[in-house]
């Protein structure tokens, strides 16, 4: 690491010759190996943006110049030149640093940044701030490939076309989203790579923009000349560049869509270090569909680039055929999408993360809730068990699906029940639905489950008891057991055991009857409290004696948070949860 | 109506001549001025399409050949060939139809549509279901180009682009959004104009597109030739004719933005009906930004489309010169881009309707919120007093923007409040705040307000009392005074009255303290019940013995009704809620 040592911020490159950077970018690249294979991480990006980000803070002056990274998730490289090197290289400070860009590590970054496509707009809001206190310096955003086609990304090239002012807009083009690239878009960058540049069809310039294209975008010194020559430009520019992604690790440029991301593994093999073992919902899923599609043409899958959502391999997509739709970073499109299918008499499955549901409010919304077509949205990582970075938390899709009018979002409790709702909710006609697939791994039991999810909002009576109700939603059933079985030994309460389904409604009737001999309702719900499902039963008890305490995680952005600690400071555990009942009793 | 009365189905064009066709347009024409003038509604936009729309339904065989209109508010025309027309002859079924696509009406229309950019992602889903179930017959998506700056419109341009199959997007060039377009993909269409399609550099071909030009777009042979050229084609093509907005009335060619939308007015002179008296607070509000912006360079006002909503005509819009950015219909990208300028020490503000904040949920969590950037929003028409179509309410935007983390949604109770509110937070640095602009017209009154909302989530108690609390949120709060004083005439009961101010945050201190000499807690909000204000009112309460009930409206989509009506409904009159309040008194 000796040059490495001497790059304390992104100025002392101008000290290092061309021999001396092209060194360097091994250097980084051999840290990145080491940390990403002990630690995990996104892996193909960063890979391949290394020469590329020694370039731009050789020719840039960061933090004067401000360079906004698209979804962060490549900017390991500019973490390292940017003062925070001891979290690649020292394995007790890898968790230092965040996976994406954090303006709390360093000034050298402006913006907590995870989902795809803001750069652009995120950047013009810099620029524009910039114009307005009549300073001067250079605005970058780097954007890859991939996030172009989503929606933010290109309302932001086609503002960005319109003004006159320095904008350097960036585009990482490895050939790849996540999995291959899906739109007519990636076409004219094909174009445009075979024609180093020059083919007139140009979505960039259509878009209004200048245009310069660098071939050779794992090139230091090439890169650099492309650089410097759009330095201090009076008025937009795109600098396409042309990179590897996955550069230096042969498996990786060899299977760019397995590399993407990865788990803690064998350098020298690539093997993961944990085997995953058992049963997930993902593979049960895809298994499931596949066996759909193929006794029903009308079945159809759709993704939004991410097609290990469902465990959709190549090869398994290919299995799928037309029956299968990746419609690129474009969630917006998809729920559209799945409403036309579902009005036209297919019968469309969109499956995203809780996460990237939420760039899909008002299509939800208008295009499918107000037109009530029966399309299904399968929801993942909805939970305190899914991702726990800032940018991706899984805890906020009930408050923002559950409350538009016509949705029924089904939260099952058990394989057999999803299973259920799923099969339910693709063979109905009347309903969008929403389906929380469980996050608290794949758990089957005897409980018998219906088939039949037609008459909206009836919660199911698990287990009969008195005093003490339990409403258990979706994967936090299996916690209402636990809390059960704690309230009978502890104090000697048999509660009853509530499994809601609904998420979207109450059971008005069922809530009613527990007035009779019940004292007490507790809800449970792995997500925020606000605007989630218990205030809506607190809500219908208010005018009336029963005492109601809701479990959920306070609103809030925790990042990377340990999970039962969490849930802790929420007292969502089965001691903390008895120990308030135990009060309430006494009120 | 010698022609029209002969149009009972669009199959009933084929047996007219070009020369009919002609004088049919006219007869639409003038159908349209008369029942716009008297009833009022999309003007520019209807009249600029009359000759495609017959030509369409010439040549495509509706309804089996499915047409798709974004926005559908200029589908009047539509409306009027496929069986509708008595409701545009006949003033007393004026009212018969919506002022868009409405299922519900014709088997000509395949979804309610009212937000921009969705056509083209919902026809590619009728395309896709009708392949999947290999039937043949043509998908048509009809879009203007004020819409295609949207980001779902270029997500499905580009979706469409790698498909192969049958799709016709249809893109009405009439050279406008609601006021002028913005975005550097106008400049491509112009080249396209003038160029009569030759332009190499070709947004729709870079999106993977066919395409064909149209130049006169107001002359129904040549349409129904282009139309002919493209009908069956087995891959997506883009149809770009130009026509002109506000065809065939003088006024509204020559100032298309007055003319988009029109109040009932007289005919021969262009005048409104009904003169709009007193203040508004978009007027107000103008005011305010243009006097701030004098004084401060930092302070810059974003609009999407629409600058109607804060009244920034055109000679106001120069006025405010830079420090005004209209960015087209793209407010995922406004709200990143305020985010941006916060972040670099702007000091912006985003002003736009509740129904169309629903576009920007993810931008304002990830953008802004987990940012903390001290924007400011601006939500108007946000209330059951706001516009009433389905596809237009302005319901929801308290639990979809109340319930993400670090946002600050501020409800201002009259015109001191609201100012002294927007002053506070376009100055402050902390936050990012969205602020409820009063929708029961500009209410000045006596009460002091506060200068400073930093200490977050204090509730005034504006009235003391005892036994019981209203907790009345925003423009609610007048209905709050009304129920007070009803309580006291009718009950005796002394009510205290509460404007809670902060829609985003408990003041738990004050609620506890309420419990000492209170036994029933309302609550008022305007717009849904669930995920709302309220909610979380009873929530807090849950675990005691404080009686409360929320008012607000039942998730619904209601449609066009009547706000007194729609109130009653859901007991939110003075006389139910003190009926309510007398019953709890009793329990």
Redesign the interface.
């Known amino acids: 690491m000796r040059l490495l040592n001497q790059v304390n911020q992104p100025s002392d490159l101008r000290n290092l010759s061309m021999e001396e950077l092209n060194e360097l970018a091994q250097e980084i690249r051999e840290v990145l190996l080491q940390k990403l294979s002990k630690h995990g991480g996104h892996f193909g990006p960063n890979l391949g943006m290394v020469e590329a980000t020694i370039a731009m803070h050789y020719v840039f002056n960061s933090p004067v110049d401000?360079i906004?990274f698209d979804v962060s998730h490549q900017s390991y490289a500019h973490k390292i030149l940017t003062g925070r090197r001891e979290a690649f290289i020292e394995e007790e400070k890898y968790d230092d640093v965040t996976g994406y860009s954090n303006?709390d590590e360093s000034e050298h970054d402006?913006?907590?940044?995870?989902?795809t496509s803001?750069s652009i707009?995120?950047?013009?809001?810099?620029?524009?701030?910039?114009?307005?206190?009549?300073e001067n310096y250079n605005v970058i955003a780097v954007i890859g490939d991939g996030s172009l086609?989503?929606?933010?990304a290109?309302?932001?090239?086609?503002?960005?076309?319109?003004q006159d002012t320095n904008l350097i807009i960036v585009v990482n083009d490895n050939q790849m989203s996540i999995a291959e690239n899906?739109?007519?878009?990636?076409?004219?960058l094909k174009q445009l790579r075979e024609s180093n540049g020059t083919c007139?069809?140009?979505?960039f310039?259509?878009?209004?923009?200048d245009y310069v294209y660098q071939n050779e975008g794992n090139n230091i010194e090439k890169l650099i000349e492309t650089f410097e020559k759009v330095k201090d430009m009076d008025h937009p520019i795109v600098v396409h560049i042309n990179t590897q992604k996955g550069k230096g690790y042969q498996l990786a440029e060899e299977n760019k869509e397995n590399w993407h991301f990865c788990a803690p593994f064998e350098l020298a093999t690539g093997k993961p270090i944990k085997a995953v073992a058992g049963e997930n919902y993902a593979v049960l899923t895809r298994d499931y569909l596949l066996e759909k599609m193929k006794h029903d043409?009308?079945v159809?899958a759709v993704l939004a680039a991410t097609p290990k959502t469902l465990a959709f391999t190549e090869e398994k997509r290919k299995l799928a055929g037309?029956?299968l739709?990746d419609?690129?970073i474009?969630e917006?499109?998809a729920v559209?999408?799945?409403?036309?299918?579902?009005?036209?008499?297919?019968k469309?499955i969109f499956a995203t993360s809780s996460s990237f549901i939420?760039?899909t409010?008002?299509?939800l919304?208008?295009?499918l809730?107000?037109?009530q077509n029966p399309a299904t949205i399968l929801v993942g990582s909805a939970s305190v068990y899914g991702w726990n970075d800032?940018?991706h938390l899984g805890i906020?899709d009930i408050?923002?699906i559950?409350?538009?009018?016509?949705m029924v979002y089904l939260a099952p409790t058990s394989k057999e029940e999803y299973f259920a709702m799923l099969d339910w909710s693709i063979e109905q006609k009347e309903h969008p639905v929403a389906i929380r697939i469980p996050a608290n791994g794949v758990v089957s039991d005897e409980r018998k489950v219906d088939t039949d999810y037609g008459c909206l909002n009836r919660y199911k009576v698990e287990e009969k008891g008195s005093k003490v109700a339990i409403l258990a939603l979706g994967h936090f059933y299996q916690l209402g057991e636990k809390v059960k079985k704690e309230l009978e030994h502890q104090l000697g309460i048999c509660a009853t055991l509530i499994n809601p389904r609904y998420i979207t409604g109450l059971d008005t009737e069922l809530l009613e009857d527990l007035k009779a001999n019940h004292e007490i309702v507790i809800t449970l719900e792995d997500g925020?409290?606000?605007?989630?499902f218990?205030?809506?039963v607190?809500?219908f008890?208010?005018?009336?004696?029963m005492?109601?305490?809701?479990y959920g995680i306070r609103?809030?952005?925790p990042d990377r948070y340990v999970v039962e600690e969490l849930l802790k400071e929420n007292r969502i555990t089965k001691e903390q949860i008895v120990e308030d009942i135990e009060k309430?009793c006494k009120?």
Chains 1, 2 share one sequence.
Do not use: W
């Open positions: 401000k906004v303006p402006f913006f907590k940044i995870g989902h803001t707009s995120l950047a013009s809001g810099l620029a524009k701030a910039r114009d307005l206190k009549e086609s989503g929606g933010e290109l309302e932001g090239l086609d503002f960005a076309g319109e899906h739109g007519g878009l990636y076409k004219n007139k069809c140009n979505l310039q259509a878009m209004g923009l043409p009308k159809v037309k029956q739709v419609v690129g474009a917006e499109h559209a999408l799945v409403s036309g299918i579902a009005k036209n008499g297919g469309p939420q760039r409010y008002d299509q919304s208008q295009d809730c107000i037109n800032v940018t906020f408050p923002m559950s409350n538009i009018p016509n925020i409290l606000e605007g989630g218990g205030e809506k607190a809500t008890y208010g005018d009336s004696r005492l109601v305490k809701n609103k809030s952005f309430l009120c």
